[in-house]
């Protein structure tokens, strides 16, 4: 007969957190999302929450500031670069797209001064399969 599966507690085996650490722990990961742009998503702060406590886990408020400063200042580097990472990808898209639009009607244009013997005319089967393989 198979065995019921295990359930584990969240918190089972976990140090206990002492509300000094908690507090401590709380000013850290506020000051890194206090460094965001305004343009930062909700889910932008928690990841960055999340990543702040994940990388200060081995740390407590008795190490020194200055290497907790360092581990902050590190993680809202990254958390800001991937930000602005992806705006740029979105701009580059935008961009992309206008381009293209625009080069079609470049190239519908140049059609327009080509002989008609070359390029059919104006809403012929030949006009219409070549501006279809532009």
Not at 59 to 68: L, S, T, Y
Not at 82 to 100: D, F, G, P, T
Not at 114 to 132: D, E, K, Y
Request: net charge neutral; charged share 25%.
């Amino acid at each position: 007969m198979p065995r019921a599966p295990r359930v584990r507690d969240g918190d089972a085996g976990a140090a206990p957190v002492s509300g000094l650490r908690r507090a401590w722990l709380s000013r850290s990961k506020e000051a890194a999302v206090q460094q965001l742009p305004a343009s930062a998503t909700p889910a932008d702060r928690a990841k960055l929450r999340s990543a702040v406590e994940r990388e200060l886990r081995g740390h407590g408020p008795d190490d020194p500031a200055a290497e907790i400063q360092d581990i902050v200042a590190t993680m809202v580097s990254e958390t800001v670069g991937a930000l602005e990472h992806a705006e740029r990808q979105v701009r580059l898209a935008e961009r992309k797209a206008e381009l293209i639009a625009m080069s079609h009607l470049a190239l519908e244009l140049l059609l327009e001064g080509c002989p008609a013997f070359l390029v059919g005319t104006a809403g012929s089967r030949q006009r219409t399969q070549i501006a279809g393989m532009l």
